[in-house]
């Protein structure tokens, strides 16, 4: 790639706004649309969110469990997603959540990151909690490829808080040791890192120094979840970075009319960014 994630983030978000529009085909969501709960639907799912917003929205994220369920079939519906968001002009989060150690570490970032695999998009989430170090691999095929990373450091689930909030000897909490580490990476990136880490719109409070990361907040949980893009300022002041909010279902719940997706995604769109102005932010919720 011609250019680190972290720029072609920034220009992207000045562009189009903040929001990552969430393509979950989960087989509620199938049922709902009228498809049927196979690769056929699935791929009508996915397509027509394309469609819909693809070009429309700076960032989508397709979560790959939902494709991967439904086997081979389904992952290539996943690479032909991947493809066709990009060639709309998106730039692509693969939400695969990967984590493991050493080569097998080694072999998910190839699957996501490497610039021949059709898995890759732009960016991937990563777990990080059989230690920040086990990412390595991941970190420095990111760096050779220019692809992002998101690392998950808060999320809303009510179990993830027994680990995350946890304190380290040190007194510092693990979710703020995985921010701290992203930042390291960012450390002096201009006009941003391509370490971005993964916090819920919907946690309450996050009690996170947030001020040295220089990187992208990915925000899951606004809309249908329970996050309001009020919860954002409140949750995410003093960042020196993006926050780019995720929506899903609030989005997909209007579908399968491609008309009415698209509306849903351009009015979320604009009530993300107008926070953002309203705040003294171009674009998105950067300080």
């Known amino acids: 790639m011609s250019e680190f994630f972290g720029a072609r983030l920034a220009a992207k978000v000045a562009a189009a706004g903040p929001?990552?529009?969430?393509?979950?085909?989960?087989?509620?969501?199938?049922s709902d649309w009228g498809l049927s709960i196979d690769v056929n639907g699935l791929e009508r799912f996915a397509l027509t969110c394309v469609e819909a917003f693809g070009a429309e929205v700076a960032l989508v994220k397709p979560q790959a469990?939902?494709?991967?369920a439904f086997g081979s079939r389904g992952v290539a519906v996943l690479?032909?997603?991947?493809?066709e968001a990009r060639a709309a002009g998106a730039l692509v989060i693969v939400d695969a959540k990967r984590g493991d150690i050493g080569s097998t570490m080694a072999a998910y970032a190839t699957a996501f990151l490497s610039d021949d695999s059709p898995l890759a998009g732009d960016a991937v989430t990563l777990?990080?909690?059989l230690g920040f170090?086990?990412?390595?691999?991941a970190l420095e095929l990111s760096e050779k490829t220019g692809r992002g990373i998101f690392v998950l450091a808060l999320t809303s689930n009510k179990e993830g808080a027994s680990v995350q909030r946890a304190r380290a000897d040190s007194g510092v909490s693990i979710a703020q040791s995985i921010v701290d580490a992203a930042a390291e990476r960012n450390e002096s990136a201009k006009p941003?890192?391509?370490v971005g880490v993964v916090i819920g719109?919907?946690?309450g409070r996050t009690e996170l120094d947030l001020s040295r990361l220089n990187g992208p907040v990915l925000a899951p949980g606004l809309g249908a979840q329970g996050g309001t893009v009020a919860d954002l300022r409140r949750l995410f002041g003093g960042i020196s970075g993006l926050v780019?909010?995720?929506s899903s279902r609030d989005v997909l719940r209007h579908g399968p009319d491609v008309a009415a997706l698209r509306a849903a995604a351009v009015a979320t769109r604009e009530s993300v960014r107008e926070l953002g102005e309203s705040a003294g932010v171009a674009g998105g919720f950067a300080s």
């Open 201 to 203: 719109a919907t946690v």
């Open 79 to 83: 690479e032909r997603t991947i493809a």
């Open 19 to 30: 929001l990552v529009a969430g393509i979950d085909p989960h087989p509620g969501l199938l």
């Open 65 to 68: 469990a939902f494709f991967e």
């Open 127 to 129: 777990s990080p909690y």
């Open 244 to 246: 780019l909010p995720n």
């Open 133 to 137: 170090g086990s990412l390595d691999p």
């Open 192 to 194: 941003l890192g391509h």
